[in-house]
Nanobody
């Protein structure tokens, strides 16, 4: 399976961005989708996850209320809507396809990863 993340860029604090994750090569709708991020000098961290049907979502505390994860299984695409962006959101964002249908924060339950898209938020 291949995942292609896109939509990153340079924005100012308070702006919004929508990231996309286009999937091919595996039945996208059967598995959970997750977004993770890695800031310079830091470990990769969980951002958000959504179950295969889109009915269950979880968010990391720093993004709760500002980010929204969604998916369109008909288009084999997932999304991460990011509002009220802060400089501390600056990172490379990765989408990942899970090994199960259930939404999960566990990085070890994702087996396919996109290449990442850079989000830079200036103050």
């Amino acid at each position: 399976v291949q995942l292609q993340a896109s939509g990153g860029g340079l924005v100012q604090a308070g702006d919004s961005l929508r990231l996309s994750c286009a999937a091919s090569g595996r039945t996208f709708s059967r598995y959970a989708l997750g977004w993770f991020r890695q800031a310079p000098g830091k470990e990769r961290e969980f951002v958000a996850t959504i179950s295969r049907g889109g009915d269950v979502t979880y968010y990391a505390d720093p993004v709760k209320g500002r980010f929204t994860i969604s998916r369109d299984n008909a288009k084999n695409t997932g999304y991460l809507q990011m509002n009220s962006l802060k400089p501390e959101d600056t990172a490379v964002y990765y989408c990942a396809s899970g090994t199960t249908a259930s939404a999960t924060r566990r990085v070890d339950l994702y087996d396919y990863w996109g290449q990442g898209t850079l989000v830079t938020v200036s103050s």
